[in-house]
């Protein structure tokens, strides 16, 4: 074991884990965002999702709090949410 591995964090499952995710504004990039959410973390609380519009409106982005159950499941979260060509980037 290195220096950092030794000194990451280590995330306690399950947790609030907020997902940011930043692509082109659209119904349709909401939409997209929101199913996966609720694909793959069913009950998450909608009322606390958060969207933002870039200066010029071209972008959004879209944050979602989830209780996170796992590495499994964030990680088919992120592989979900990038098949939509409306996504750019997940944080």
Excluded: W
Aim: aromatic share 8%.
């Amino acid at each position: 074991m290195n220096a950092l591995t030794a000194d990451a964090p280590r995330i306690v499952f399950p947790c609030d884990y907020p997902i940011k995710v930043m692509g082109y504004a659209h119904d349709d990039f909401q939409g997209h965002v929101l199913t996966v959410m609720a694909r793959h973390a069913p009950g998450f609380d909608q009322t606390s999702v958060r969207i933002r519009d870039s200066r010029n409106g071209r972008f959004q982005s879209i944050t979602v709090t989830i209780t996170a159950t796992g590495t499994e499941q964030l990680q088919a979260i992120f592989e979900d949410l990038k098949t939509s060509e409306l996504v750019q980037m997940v944080l």
